[in-house]
């Protein structure tokens, strides 16, 4: 059964292989604790009776989240947990009173562009080479 529940300083190690295998830019270990620690930052976790499948990451910034990171283990994608991650962000952002959420994205991450694109988000601008694999794409919905 698959449940959600805040990332710990423990949870930072797996976190950060996660990043590594997944993420372009990955955050450290030392980068992860912080953020777990930073009262105005969450990384939710969601994980099945064995392991973490997937997480994402946000801090409040005022009436303002910005989504960090939303990964889904690659054994367990085209499940729809990349939405279930997605919205549970949008209901801790709604409870701490964000009236918008933004993020950044790769432009060549089609799947993930998808994902924010069917949830409302929209193309803001863009950041010419931001990654070393291209630009990124600042997207913003408002909750």
């Known amino acids: 059964m ?3 529940r805040l990332a710990a300083y423990d949870d930072c190690v797996a976190l ?3 990043e590594s295998k997944y993420i372009e830019c990955p955050w450290s270990v030392s980068v992860l604790r912080q953020t777990v620690a ?3 930052s969450a990384i939710y976790l969601l994980c099945d009776d064995v392991k973490i499948v997937g997480y994402g ?3 409040m910034a005022l009436d303002t989240a910005e989504v ?3 990964v889904v283990d690659e054994s367990c994608r085209r499940r ?3 939405s279930l991650i997605l919205e549970k962000l ?3 952002a709604t409870m701490h009173g964000a009236k918008e959420m933004f ?3 790769n432009e060549s991450n089609e799947p993930a562009m998808g994902l924010y694109i069917s949830h409302g988000f929209k193309i803001s601008h863009m950041r010419k080479n931001y990654y070393k694999s291209g630009n990124a794409l600042i997207l913003k919905r408002e909750i």
């Open 2 to 4: 698959l449940k959600f």
């Open 16 to 18: 950060s292989e996660m």
């Open 38 to 40: 930073d009262e105005l």
């Open 57 to 59: 990451g946000l801090k």
């Open 68 to 70: 960090y990171n939303i």
């Open 80 to 82: 729809g947990y990349g």
């Open 90 to 92: 949008f209901e801790h």
């Open 103 to 105: 993020l950044e994205v």
